[in-house]
């Protein structure tokens, strides 16, 4: 059979451009090859940092734009790392410790549209009455680190997060919380008593917690629910937990009506503390990554109810003290009924794992028999962490880290430069960690720590952008910026700048 090809002038224009082509080419033919490998259609880049502790990378990475994000602060990480709180908003300041009222924590909070709160006084709020924010109030930053030498404890009530309770059943969303503490110090005998929570949030999309204290709260340290909306994005880290009746409460998939999950625990201090670090019951992925836990009682996590989420849980020290029970089945638990899929590995427990090795499944038993879990609800490899890749630490360098950088412990100075404070309490716990020391978690004859009461001066921030005046001078020249712009085009405000100088 005759094959007969029919040729158009086109057709002989591009064998024409083919030929020349691979005349020019062949000359340097390795080269082109390796420059069409460098330069593909759509750039596909493999991280190690996903799974800095193997060499595997992990599957099914799914596409994520929210690491070319810019972060809350510099050292922020995970769930709520992106949170932009009160960026480019007013700023209010808090010049008194009452309970509400002109220059109050309280009126800062309820107020609306974007802002940035700043302190101009340090020592104890003590709250008549619950805080309870909703959807207008959200979209801010509370500022502890501007408080002077001692900084700021909130006390007598806890601090809400969404509405449903006294207000509208709404959620509040957007908000970074720094260098706060929050000591309920509320005692009656009876359990469970909402009012004698920490902070509480009953639907919040985008938080970050980030070197804060939770001390004698007397129900939990954090609650967080989604019943008004969303509860998503949220990262605590770089905070002391301690003698509160139960640390962390993350979403109870079964009564909650609006989604939870990508939520960060990390750098954390958990001593003395009973249990829940956190309880997590959620439809998305959680981290618990490079935590530090000693003297714990009952179990740490747990993962409860109808829980389908991934869970890494990665880089742990578990130091086990005078009151945690059994060693071997008092750590983390798995309800019967919840199914999730965890990677764990990599942790330390001074009785079970004092090398760390790859798979330490038998941190997991079953809630109700203590037996361990099944293997099917374990993997081999990582899920990718929650927001920008970064370094995990080993367990050992966690444990160093934490203990020397934790909890409400830095104040900002009028020329830009930090101090460091920890208050009694946390003085105590963190020395107690580091000496082996352990005290009962069920306490409950607290006394708040003394803070020192100290004011700014009326110089101190003159135009009152939240920029003291001498740092604004040494920084621009002089007092002519809002606070608002971003004079060196890297994405913080200049009051970020300023409030940013504690992560230097």
Not at 409 to 438: C, E, P, Q, R
Request: charged share 20%.
């Amino acid at each position: 059979m005759n094959i007969i090809f029919k040729f158009t002038s086109s057709t002989y224009t591009m064998i024409t451009c083919y030929l020349l082509f691979l005349i020019f080419s062949s000359c340097n033919r390795e080269e082109l090859f390796v420059e069409e490998a460098l330069l593909p259609e759509e750039e596909i880049v493999i991280d190690k940092k996903k799974d800095p502790l193997l060499t595997n990378t992990p599957e099914d990475a799914p596409e994520d734009d929210i690491a070319t994000m810019l972060k809350a602060f510099p050292s922020a990480y995970g769930g709520g790392e992106n949170t932009t709180g009160g960026r480019g908003g007013k700023v209010i300041h808090v010049t008194n410790l009452n309970d509400s009222g002109a220059g109050s924590l309280r009126a800062a909070l309820l107020a609306s549209g974007t802002r940035t709160i700043v302190f101009d006084v340090s020592g104890t709020i003590t709250l008549t009455t619950t805080i309870e924010l909703i959807e207008e109030n959200s979209n801010f930053t509370v500022a502890g680190q501007t408080a002077p030498e001692g900084g700021i404890t909130i006390a007598g009530n806890p601090i809400r997060m969404g509405g449903g309770h006294f207000r509208p059943s709404q959620p509040c969303n957007n908000a970074i919380w720094r260098y706060i503490r929050f000591r309920n110090g509320s005692y009656t005998g009876e359990p469970d008593v909402y009012f004698h929570n920490g902070f509480v949030s009953s639907g919040t999309d985008g938080l970050i917690l980030d070197h804060c204290s939770f001390s004698f709260n007397d129900n939990q340290a954090i609650a967080m629910r989604a019943s008004t909306g969303n509860l998503i994005n949220i990262t605590i880290q770089n905070s002391v937990f301690s003698e509160n009746a139960t640390g962390i409460i993350f979403g109870i998939v079964e009564l909650d009506a609006f989604e939870s999950g990508n939520f960060t625990s990390i750098h954390n201090l958990f001593v003395d503390q009973s249990h829940r670090t956190p309880n997590i019951s959620t439809t998305k992925q959680v981290d618990i990554i490079n935590n530090v836990y000693f003297n714990w009682i009952s179990r740490l996590t747990r993962i409860s109810s109808t829980h389908t989420a991934d869970v890494n849980f990665i880089g742990n020290y578990m130091k086990m003290g005078k009151n945690t029970s059994n060693g071997t089945t008092a750590i983390n638990k798995v309800d019967t009924s919840a199914k999730p899929l965890i990677y764990s590995a990599y942790n330390y427990h001074s009785n079970l794992h004092t090398t760390p090795i790859l798979n330490d499944q038998d941190l997991w038993t079953n809630f109700s028999t203590s037996n361990l879990i099944s293997s099917s609800l374990f993997r081999t490899i990582p899920f990718n962490i929650i927001g920008e890749n970064f370094q995990i630490k080993s367990a050992l360098q966690a444990y160093i880290d934490v203990l020397a950088d934790v909890g409400t412990n830095k104040y900002l100075n009028a020329d830009g430069t930090y101090g460091t404070y920890l208050d009694s309490f946390d003085t105590t716990k963190i020395n107690n960690v580091k000496n082996n020391i352990s005290s009962n978690p069920y306490n409950k004859s607290w006394t708040l720590p003394i803070l020192p009461k100290n004011s700014r001066s009326g110089s101190y921030d003159t135009d009152g952008d939240g920029m003291p005046d001498v740092w604004e001078r040494a920084t621009f020249g002089d007092l002519s910026r809002d606070g608002k712009g971003d004079l060196d085009g890297d994405g913080y405000t200049d009051l970020e700048e300023f409030l940013n100088q504690v992560d230097k």
